[in-house]
Every structure is written in C-alpha cells, then in structure tokens.
C-alpha cells in the first residue's frame, strides 16, 4: 500500500508529540515508518513554534527543542505551487492554510480536530479535493485499508 499523503493541524501535532496521545500511536508510527507522510508549509511550522511557547503547555526549554525536532523529523515542509481552483473559506481565517497547504500538496487528507475546518468537509469531498477528517475517522479508514492490503 502507498504511504498516506496527509496534513496535520496543529492541536493534532500537540495531541502527537507533545502529550503523547496513546489513541494517535498508530500514526505517530506510520510517520516514523514512513506509511503516513505529513507535509506543512513554513507559516504552519511557525504556527508550531509559537503554540510551543503557551505557558499552559507541560513543556520546558528543553523538551520545546525535542517538540520542534520530532515534528522537523516527521513533517516536511514543502513549498508546493498553489493549484487554480478556489477552496472553501474557513470562518477561522488562522486555518484557511492548512486548507490551502493540503490543496496545494494535493494530499489524501487533512487530519483535524477543529470544528470549523470540520464543517468543510463534505465540501472539499464532494469537490473532488480531499479528506477532512478527525484522528478517529482518519485511522479508522487506515487500519482498516492496512488490513485488507495484508
């Protein structure tokens, strides 16, 4: 099976390699076998390094450097052409570029867990686009295409 092309928001990335989320193991494990590949663009990645500094995280100097390791390691930052068709507005503006990075990228899906790129989902499906879905529905449908393949 080809690896997964997908984007992940940033609360998934803090779900990920931050509070370590035993539900998400299966893909911190397909990015770091390389069936799951996740690409993000430079202002996401800056998105990352600031939420790294939010005083309510349990992060200190040095695990905010492991954090940016781990996600420079398992993310790549990629800088695709900007495809000509228009996407759906998110009503968080913050969030139109994870919509733009998986246009732009042309992944599989982008993996979130915010309400407002959640609502576009049956959009960019029914556009021909990509997949929005949640974590759950996401490793849903990879384990289960896992199986199957095996």
């Not at 099976?1 to 911190?28: A, E, G, H, Q, Y």
């Not at 450097?65 to 420079?72: K, R």
């Not at 929005?132 to 393949?149: D, G, H, R, Y």
Request: charge should be negative; hydrophobic fraction near 40%; glycine fraction near 2%.
């Amino acid at each position: 099976m080809p690896p997964k092309l997908v984007v992940l928001d940033t609360n998934v990335c803090l779900d990920l390699f931050v509070f370590n989320d035993p539900r998400w193991s299966i893909i911190r494990k397909g990015l770091k076998e390389g069936s799951i590949i996740a690409v993000t663009r430079d202002d996401c990645r800056q998105e990352w390094l600031a939420v790294l500094h939010y005083e309510h995280l349990p992060i200190n100097d040095n695990t905010r450097l492991q954090m940016i390791e781990i996600f420079d390691e398992l993310i790549s930052c990629v800088t695709p052409a900007e495809k000509n068709y228009i996407l759906p507005k998110c009503s968080d503006k913050d969030d139109q570029k994870f919509l733009e990075i998986a246009r732009d990228a042309e992944v599989e899906t982008l993996i979130t867990k915010d309400k407002a790129l959640l609502k576009l989902a049956r959009k960019t499906k029914l556009a021909g686009y990509y997949s929005i879905e949640t974590p759950e529905s996401f490793l849903a449908n990879f384990v289960s295409n896992s199986v199957v393949t095996h």
